[in-house]
């Protein structure tokens, strides 16, 4: 390779990794700086549930938010969404059962088995808020993945979006923080 096609080659990686490095760091900045006020609903976006009905260390600090946001009054309800995950055990329900024991009513958490996808879990919160006049929900969920959960929740009409982001912290996140940028350029641009 002569030395301009080696510029080229140096430069093109070095703009790629500076795109990269863009968008991280407005995915973590969206995602840490939660968007906390009384909402009329939050919604706890599923993730991995043990064979046993347990759910993961990062689906239960999901869960754990919720209740904490729950408990100060800042959300009179909990939408629980989250569908059948590899292992055939439904998320939903579990994350509910989960709920419960941390002392949140049965009464005051909906279970959206439906919510197979970040989109399908806006189509679903929107609607229930929809159908019962409310306009606004808070989503519970990793920091990475808030700022796509909002524009999902946006995008299917919902007023006021505000976002938690749960405290559990692991060395995936590298990998999940890098796998969320397509996710969220496809939901900025509207093509999932």
Same mark, same amino acid.
């Given at each position: 390779?002569?030395?301009?096609?080696?510029?080229?080659?140096?430069?093109?990686?070095?703009?790629?990794?500076?795109?990269?490095?863009?968008?991280?760091?407005?995915?973590?900045?969206?995602?840490?700086?939660?968007?906390?006020?009384?909402?009329?609903?939050?919604?706890?976006?599923?993730?991995?549930?043990?064979?046993?009905?347990?759910?993961?260390?990062?689906?239960?600090?999901?869960?754990?938010?919720?209740?904490?946001?729950?408990?100060?009054?800042?959300?009179?309800?909990?939408?629980?969404?989250?569908?059948?995950?590899?292992? =055939?055990?439904?998320?939903? %329900?579990?994350? !509910?059962?989960? /709920?419960?024991?941390? &002392? #949140?009513?049965?009464?005051?958490?909906?279970?959206?088995?439906?919510?197979?996808?970040?989109?399908?879990?806006?189509?679903?919160?929107?609607?229930?808020?929809?159908?019962?006049?409310?306009?606004?929900?808070?989503?519970?969920? =990793?920091?990475?993945?808030? %700022?796509?959960? !909002?524009?999902? /929740?946006?995008?299917? &009409? #919902?007023?006021?979006?505000?976002?938690?982001?749960?405290?559990?912290?692991?060395?995936?996140?590298?990998?999940?923080?890098?796998?969320?940028?397509?996710?969220?350029?496809?939901?900025?641009?509207?093509?999932?």
């Amino acid at each position: 390779m002569n030395r301009g096609k080696t510029r080229i080659a140096l430069a093109v990686v070095i703009a790629l990794f500076a795109v990269v490095a863009a968008a991280v760091g407005m995915i973590a900045h969206a995602g840490f700086n939660d968007r906390i006020f009384r909402a009329d609903a939050g919604v706890v976006l599923g993730n991995h549930v043990y064979a046993d009905g347990t759910p993961s260390p990062r689906l239960a600090s999901r869960l754990d938010k919720a209740a904490e946001l729950y408990k100060k009054g800042v959300i009179p309800l909990i939408i629980a969404s989250g569908g059948k995950g590899k292992n =055939q055990r439904e998320e939903a %329900p579990a994350m !509910r059962d989960y /709920l419960v024991r941390q &002392g #949140v009513p049965a009464k005051d958490i909906i279970v959206d088995t439906s919510g197979v996808d970040t989109r399908r879990t806006a189509v679903f919160t929107a609607a229930y808020l929809k159908a019962r006049g409310l306009t606004s929900v808070i989503a519970i969920s =990793q920091y990475f993945h808030l %700022p796509r959960c !909002r524009i999902a /929740l946006e995008s299917e &009409g #919902v007023e006021k979006v505000g976002t938690a982001h749960a405290d559990y912290r692991e060395w995936r996140e590298v990998y999940s923080l890098l796998r969320e940028i397509p996710g969220w350029l496809a939901y900025r641009l509207r093509l999932k």
